[in-house]
């Protein structure tokens, strides 16, 4: 069973920084690929940044492509997304998820964290 606990969150105005943090307890496979999705309020979630855990081969969408940057400390056990210039559509809860592999659906996540909240002010 592998358990995802996020944190870093927080208020921050458009152009700003945040860093958030996934860290996983047992530890998902190798070959997994750990991930990012959003969810804003009336919307459907949506797929952020996915890292693979062996090789750390990326993909991003394109609404965050040069501004986000996935990466991950296999040390720690742990997963981060670095996001500079933010704006503020990219408010919303922001979900760590593991997959098997590259997942940008939802459906295809086995494992979720427990959210935490992202807010850009204008």
């Known amino acids: 069973q592998v358990q995802l606990v996020e944190s870093g969150g927080g208020l921050v105005q458009a152009g700003g920084s945040l860093r958030l943090s996934c860290a996983a307890s047992?530890?998902?496979?190798?070959?997994?690929?750990m991930g990012w999705f959003r969810q804003a309020p009336g919307k459907e979630r949506e797929f952020v940044a996915t890292?693979?855990?062996?090789?750390?081969?990326?993909y991003y969408a394109d609404s965050v492509k040069g501004r986000f940057t996935i990466s991950r400390d296999n040390a720690k056990n742990t997963v981060y997304l670095q996001m500079n210039s933010l704006k503020p559509e990219d408010t919303a809860v922001y979900y760590c998820?593991?997959?098997?592999?590259?997942?940008?659906?939802?459906?295809?996540?086995?494992?979720w964290g427990q959210g935490t909240q992202v807010t850009v002010s204008s």
């Open positions: 890292i693979r855990w062996s090789g750390g081969s990326t």
């Open positions: 047992g530890r998902p496979s190798s070959s997994y690929h």
């Open positions: 998820a593991a997959a098997p592999g590259i997942a940008t659906m939802p459906q295809a996540v086995n494992y």
